[in-house]
């Protein structure tokens, strides 16, 4: 796995690689709910060697959970907008995982001009989305709603470098600790297992779900108009015909992108893949 140097600017931690031009867009990863840089790593492995690539820390996860009190989508956004114009980006594609789909709406309002694309994934959740604006739907869909409720303890849950070892150390673990995640916990290898997990988990997601009933996901999605690429694993449970169907009408949605015998994880689990999708 590559060495990160890490870098901070105004309290927000970042990994930047290679130098921004004019002749190609920065690509600027962003991670899911309860994740940090480290989640990213592994895809940065196979990066081209001529690319420009921004990983910040979401403000209040990973290690820049100071940045900001409590936790606001705008106010977050606003911090990494501040970021990527601090680097002198002037066109990018965005990745988000998971839920920052929603995160993704909101950065490009501010970015309408510089961001050409984004690549959701494991995104945008509307089912999971819908189920944290009205929990009792969960019981009308129990394969999502039981995936959401542990992605949201998960990521509440800080998890030290010890501690992510410790749980990741054997097969047996893997699978129980993992198991609604990826789709193999077994295949992994714990060592680097530990490595991406370091940082992850934040109480900040209490504060995510606690503001959950306020956020009208549907409008910051339909205010995305750049082309919008969805990729995800064939045993994401978190990803339905239903959300493919909704993101269609909403978005400017290319061709999926759909890894085989893969999760809700493919940072961890398909890096090589998830990579030559980023940058083909």
Known sequence: MIDLRFQRWQGLRFVEFGEPTPDAPSTILIHG????????????D????????LIPDIPGFGDSVDVIEGFDI???????????????????TLVTHSIS???????VRHLENECQSIHLVSGALIRA????????????????????????????????????????????????????????????????????????????????LRTARAIDFRDLLKGIHCPVHLAYGDSDPLITEYDIAMLSEMVDLQEPRV?????HWPWIESPRRLAETLWA
């Not at 542990?150 to 054997?170: D, M, N, Q």
Request: aromatic share 6%.
């Open 33 to 44: 709910l309860g994740g940090s840089i480290e989640q990213w790593t592994l895809v940065a």
């Open 46 to 53: 196979f990066r081209p060697a001529d690319s420009h690539v």
């Open 74 to 92: 705008d106010l977050a956004a606003r911090h990494l907008v501040a970021l990527i114009r601090r680097k002198g980006i002037t066109r990018c």
């Open 101 to 107: 789909s929603i995160l993704a709406g909101s950065i």
């Open 129 to 208: 989305s819908e189920i944290a604006h009205q929990p009792l739907l969960a019981m009308k869909y129990p394969r999502v709603g039981s995936a959401t409720l542990v992605a949201f303890a998960a990521a509440a849950i800080p998890f030290p470098v010890h501690l992510a070892s410790t749980l990741v150390r054997t097969g047996l673990r893997r699978q129980l600790a993992l198991g609604c995640f990826v789709a193999n916990p077994k295949s992994l290898d714990p060592e680097l297992l530990g490595q991406v997990l370091t940082h992850a988990g934040s109480p900040t997601t209490l504060t995510v």
């Open 259 to 263: 890894f085989e015998a893969c999760g």
